[in-house]
């Protein structure tokens, strides 16, 4: 196989570590002000990601960086012509990271309930505008020859990415209540179980709807087959939900986003970020590519390192496998103003 | 102002910003995996309390420190495009690494520190911050081999076909003779940095404590921190004069900047300061110590340095001068020279005089003593500012001095930016940015004094070590 493919597939990996995990990280954020009725039961919340959210959102990183170094014309493409909505990804991952480290830092409600607010919004944003931001790669943007975008800000925003958008949001929601579900007891246990079924019911619709839009404009057999799974991944995991298996209902939302996200990639092949104009040029795994020799560096360490941050990463949610109900919250700790 | 002035603001602004909590991290992880260490050795607890202590406010550093560092990932494809195209091959996979190598390393044993005293074995719990630590190094490896080769880019080829720098010898790139002298003296400058921070830390808690328990457990604080402070000073010199001679070796131009050299002398006198405007053109009054520049640049106190005049013809031959050559810039190759002359002396200076304070306090706290008069509270509080500042000044040292170069002569800074980004869009960007880091400056300092004043808490009552099956209790930490 040719090693651009390799990476492909590779970049294709990050994203669906990514979006399977911090997905159910920013589900719970969304959920704080829908689920938990007291500060407890936020805190509740809080703490079944407290320990694994940063590992989580390094997959980003990881993605950002892999794509620099394997697909740079990709990596630069993208970054400066999605622009304004990764600076606001930024601004809300800033400010929702400090918000899980600082709200507990003070004995003080507003000092929370802003820190509430940070952690959100901090949800919120990401959740939609990486369902818009990929549904632009799919659907295609505006590149010239010189591979640059030349479209504005509001070029990204049509009915397709927003549907997109639409579906992360659902998708992610639905993925942090089993998540919340599987990793709390008493209540609040319930009522994730209980808004997950209408919750993941839209999820499914919108997913439907957007894959298979995408299916029908860009689709391959491969991403048919992926999105077919995933479809039944999040019908399974629906399912089960009802008969109270937690674990199996988030094993399926997991499943369900990571072969939705390998079935958009592979809808996207061998492109990386087509273009939408007749007189531009597409990127693709061949034009945007770094040399051989730095793809066989990096395959390497990829080959090395990966399987033993899986290992670790892995381990870490073993060590913390506990469910944690509000007798568990300790006193409020928090210096007071 | 036209985007490529906004985007180098915005990189000034948020990498500087950034590496004010960088540092902290670096050496305190180092700091506190070591008192958590000795507690596990010695079994006094008062160890234990430091580590507990100190883990908290770095907790309070590391939050700032990891979301600004996505920012940084970020810009360089944002801001930076033609930047990003042209060294991709080289520079893409030194960040790579670090994020496969470092930031997962660092965040998920973070994560098992912070919320683990009563899941793991204590040995394991110690060991999660040395792994956190180890991770900050490999960091600090590879952004620092990326940034090695800006300034000396080596083990590549340049593809006039695809127009772009191509790796064809990573070991080089890691190996980069810049690489091998940068990065100990930024990590042992690093460590200056988190052990003064625990000196000033523990020294205003002496002078609020007159008589109490609690005392010796501050002493021991003061006389750790000083002590790494002092050894890592020492290293800091000694690396940063093979830096010297290493960067007049590949970039002459900034070692003749940083002493506002414009004509070549043998032997070069070095000023410790200047009144005067550094143009070149009129007689200024600066007091120097004799062969000293010399001394720095080549190892020999009569050894010749090239001047800025000299080099910039030799520049302007090499790269040419014609405004549409590749490489032309208007400053003619020549960096803002008050800005390099100034924080090279304030980088030096402010290294300086920390050492000499940490030399002080060792020598104050010798023999038991543990005096916490108002002086020397003063004194060690102002400590920790001077490292941090002192890297801050060294950065810019290094990036302006590398100027008007992104990649020293590959790639002049003007044309590394994104061509399609519009003045609009930096700015907004530059502004956001700008604002959200001084509303998290402003909470994170707050939070800080709260928690430095409340002190080192009182240890728990004793419970098992390790999770028992069937056990309910609470947390030992949460959110």
Redesign the interface.
């Known amino acids: 196989m040719e090693l651009t493919t390799v990476w492909f597939m590779l970049i294709a990996v990050l994203w669906i570590g990514y979006f399977a995990l911090e997905g159910f990280d920013f589900g719970v954020g969304l959920l704080l002000p829908v689920l938990a009725r007291n500060d407890t039961e936020r ?1 509740v919340m ?2 079944t990601i ?3 959210w ?2 989580n ?2 997959w ?3 993605a ?7 697909f ?2 990709w ?7 999605f ?2 909505p ?2 606001l990804i ?2 809300a ?3 929702r ?2 918000a ?7 004995d003080d409600d507003q000092w929370r309930s802003r820190w509430d607010v940070a952690i959100f919004v901090g949800s919120l944003v990401p959740s939609v505008l990486w369902g818009v931001a990929f549904a632009n790669i799919l659907r295609g943007v505006p590149i010239d020859s010189d ?4 479209g504005g800000f509001f070029n990204l925003l049509n009915p397709y990415a927003l549907l997109g958008g639409v579906m992360t949001l659902l998708l992610f929601l639905t993925h942090g209540a089993l998540f919340i579900a599987l990793k709390t007891d008493g209540e609040i246990r319930h009522r994730a179980r209980a808004l997950a079924l209408p919750v993941g019911a839209a999820a499914a619709v919108a997913a439907v709807l957007f894959l298979g839009w995408t299916q029908l404009e860009t689709g391959t057999v491969g991403s048919a087959v992926a999105f077919l799974g995933a479809a039944a991944a999040l019908l399974a995991g629906l399912a089960v939900t009802v008969r109270g298996r937690e674990g199996w209902a988030f094993v399926g939302t997991f499943v369900a986003i990571a072969l939705g996200v390998a079935g958009l990639f592979l809808a996207l092949f061998p492109d990386v970020m087509p273009t939408s104009l007749a007189t531009g040029t597409s990127l693709t795994t061949t034009n945007a590519a ?2 051989a ?2 793809l066989r ?2 395959t390497v ?2 080959v090395i ?2 399987p033993l ?1 899986l290992a ?2 892995g381990w ?1 949610y073993w ?2 496998r ?1 469910r ?1 109900a509000t ?4 006193a409020a700790v928090g ?1 007071g103003r | 102002m036209d985007p490529t002035d906004i985007a180098r603001w915005q990189f000034a602004i948020t990498t500087v910003y950034h590496f004010l909590f960088v540092p902290i991290t670096i050496g305190l992880s180092a700091i506190i995996a070591g008192y958590e260490i000795t507690w596990l050795r010695t079994g006094n607890d008062q160890w234990l309390r430091l580590t507990k202590f100190f883990g908290k406010l770095f ?2 550093n ?3 420190g ?6 940084q ?2 810009q ?4 930076w ?2 930047y ?2 042209f ?7 030194p ?7 470092a ?3 660092e ?6 520190w ?3 005293w009563d ?2 074995p204590a040995r394991l719990h110690a060991a999660c911050m040395v792994l956190v630590h180890l991770g900050t190094l490999f960091s600090a490896y590879f952004i620092l081999a990326a940034n090695s080769w800006m300034q000396n880019p080596v083990g590549f080829a340049y593809n006039p076909d695809t127009g ?1 720098a ?3 010898d ?1 070991a080089a790139v890691l190996l980069n003779k810049v690489q091998l002298v940068t990065f100990p003296h930024v990590v042992l400058a690093a460590y200056m940095t988190g052990a003064a921070f625990v000196v000033g830390v523990a020294m205003w808690q002496l002078g609020r404590r007159s008589s109490d328990g609690d005392r010796p457990m501050y002493r021991l604080a003061v006389r750790t921190g000083a002590a790494i402070v002092l050894a890592s000073g020492i290293g800091v010199a000694i690396t940063g004069d093979f830096q010297g001679k290493i960067m007049t070796d590949v970039q002459p131009m900034k070692m003749a900047a940083a002493e506002a050299l414009y004509d070549t002398e043998a032997p070069a006198d070095f000023s410790l300061f200047t009144l005067g405007t550094l143009d070149g053109e009129k007689e200024t009054f600066s007091v120097t110590v004799p062969g000293l520049l010399s001394f720095l640049a080549t190892g020999d106190t009569q050894g010749e340095v090239k001047g800025i005049n000299d080099l910039r013809a030799q520049y302007e031959k090499t790269y040419g001068q014609d405004p549409g050559a590749a490489y032309y810039s208007e400053d003619g190759y020549t960096p803002v020279i008050p800005v390099t002359y100034w924080t090279f002396r304030l980088m030096i200076g402010l290294g300086v005089l920390a050492s000499v304070i940490a030399a002080w306090i060792l020598w104050i706290t010798r023999a038991g003593r543990s005096p916490a008069g108002r002086r020397t509270v003063w004194v060690a509080m102002a400590l920790p500012f001077l490292p941090l500042f002192a890297n801050s000044f060294g950065w810019i040292f290094t990036e302006l001095g590398r100027q008007p170069w992104a990649v020293f002569g590959l790639m002049t800074t003007d044309r590394a930016v ?4 519009s003045t609009g ?1 930096v700015l ?2 530059l502004i ?2 700008t604002a ?1 880091y001084g509303v ?1 400056a402003v ?1 994170e300092v707050r ?1 800080l004094l ?2 430095i004043a ?1 002190g080192a808490d009182p240890l728990p009552e004793p419970t098992s070590d390790v ?1 028992e099956p069937g056990n ?5 930490f ?2």
């Open positions: 805190r809080i703490n407290g320990p694994v940063d590992g959102e390094v980003l990183l990881v950002g960086g892999a794509t620099f170094a394997a740079p014309e990596y630069a493409t993208l970054f400066s012509g622009y304004l990764l600076l930024l601004v991952l800033i400010v990271g400090v899980f480290e600082y709200r507990a830092k003070r591979l640059e975008y030349v770094a040399t020799y730095t560096i990096m360490v990829a390192f990966t941050v670790y990463q870490t060590v913390f506990k944690i007798h568990h919250i300790p210096a | 907790l309070i590391f939050a700032i990891v979301v600004t560092g996505i920012v990932e970020f360089f494809g944002m801001n495009s033609d990003s195209r060294v991709g091959d080289v520079f893409g996979a960040l790579a690494v670090e994020g496969l190598l930031f997962f390393l965040s998920t044993f973070l994560g098992l912070i919320f683990g899941r793991l772009r191509e790796m064809n990573f994104s061509p399609g980004v869009e907004t960007s956001v940015l959200v998290l909470i939070l709260t928690y409340r999770d309910d209790r609470p947390l030992a949460a959110y």
